[in-house]
Nanobody, 117 residues
Framework: QVQLVESGGGLVQPGGSLRLSCAASGSIFNIKSMGWYRQAPGKQRELVAQMTSGGTTDYADSVKGRFTISRDNAKNTVYLQMNSLKPEDTAAYYC???????????WGQGTQVTVSS
């Protein structure tokens, strides 16, 4: 079993910054990638950013230049630094890990990010 525990969400004004953290534990052998998805009310869950075990990163076009994904392998933790936040970034953010040869998806419980003045 794999557990992903997120932290760092909250309320921030437009233009502000937040950093999300996701710590993985349990049967986390052979992690292929870790990353972040988000889901706004009435919308589908979408990829925000992900990083493969080899260090390759992928970002949604809407966050390029504003968000940065990073990881601490020793802590099995992935981070999402979010700068220049916009109201349209408001969503529940979910940590995701793809593990094993089948790239099986594991999800965190989600953390709310609200960008509002």
């Amino acid at each position: 079993q794999v557990q992903l525990v997120e932290s760092g969400g909250g309320l921030v004004q437009p233009g502000g910054s937040l950093r999300l953290s996701c710590a993985a534990s349990g049967s986390i052998f052979n992690i292929k990638s870790m990353g972040w998805y988000r889901q706004a009310p009435g919308k589908q869950r979408e990829l925000v950013a992900q990083m493969t075990s080899g260090g390759t990163t992928d970002y949604a076009d809407s966050v390029k230049g504003r968000f940065t994904i990073s990881r601490d392998n020793a802590k099995n933790t992935v981070y999402l630094q979010m700068n220049s936040l916009k109201p349209e970034d408001t969503a529940a953010y979910y940590c995701n890990s793809k593990i094993g040869s089948a790239w099986y998806d594991y999800w965190g419980q989600g953390t709310q990010v609200t960008v509002s003045s």
